[in-house]
């Protein structure tokens, strides 16, 4: 059972336009998000965090918003960039007593140059 | 800054036997973390540590182990290893003192089992 779901294994954007990544969440214990971003032959680079009591964060050109009720979570990167082209993992936790991370399985992002 | 390290970076090993896997958190952090990734697959967590003793348990075999010992660093113990565990590993450390949920990924192991 996939509790934390990224829909789309791919996404292609032109350079200098909006990305929107999104994942969906299945677990309403999770209070805690996190996005990482993963090249090849790399271990998953941090890139920004959400707690469920807030719906939004931005970290320069990331921005992460946080619907609850839809159990919902998007990483909008602004604009973006050819270096931006990565798998990106939305992770998951329970935060209260533990702090083990449930990933998502992933969106491939291309930006076109 | 310094990173998490990982060795060996690659490993390949045969059906039946052990492998060790280390990871030296960055400075300053307690609470060491495994990943399992297996191809075309999210990662996957094992188990985690804190302060040298356990503090979660995921999807780990029983025929893994791990340990964190005194200076932080942890490793992996596997033993029988089959086909089905080869795949990259990753460890990731964190400060939980200072109250911090992210986590900081090493480069990981990629095992190969023949």
């Known amino acids: 059972d996939q509790q934390v779901k990224q829909n789309s294994p791919s996404l292609s954007v032109q350079e200098g336009r909006i990305s929107i990544l999104n994942c969906d969440y299945t677990n309403s214990m999770f209070d805690y998000f996190l996005w990482y971003k993963k090249y090849p032959a790399e271990g998953p680079t941090f890139l920004i965090s959400i707690s469920s009591i807030k719906d939004k964060n931005e970290d320069g050109r990331f921005t992460v918003f946080l619907n609850k009720s839809a159990k919902h979570l998007s990483l909008h990167i602004v604009p973006s960039q050819p270096g931006d082209s990565a798998v990106y993992f939305c992770a998951a936790s329970a935060s209260a007593g533990t702090y083990k991370y449930i990933f998502g399985t992933g969106t491939r992002l291309k930006v076109l140059a | 800054a310094a990173g998490v390290i990982q060795s060996p970076r690659h490993l390949i090993k045969e059906k039946r036997e052990t492998a060790t896997l280390k990871c030296y958190p960055i400075?300053?952090?307690?609470?060491v973390y495994w990943y399992q990734q297996g191809p075309g697959q999210d990662p996957q967590f094992l188990i985690s540590f804190y302060e040298k003793m356990q503090s979660d348990k995921g999807s780990i075999p029983d025929r893994f182990s791990a340990q964190q010992f005194s200076d932080y660093h942890s490793e992996l113990n596997m033993s029988s290893l089959e086909l089905g565990d080869s795949a990259l590993y990753f460890c990731?450390?964190?400060?939980?003192?200072?109250?911090?949920?992210?986590?900081?990924f090493g480069p990981g192991t990629r095992l190969t089992v023949t």
């Open positions: 990731a450390s964190s400060p939980r003192t200072s109250h911090s949920y992210e986590q900081y």
């Open positions: 400075p300053r952090h307690d609470t």
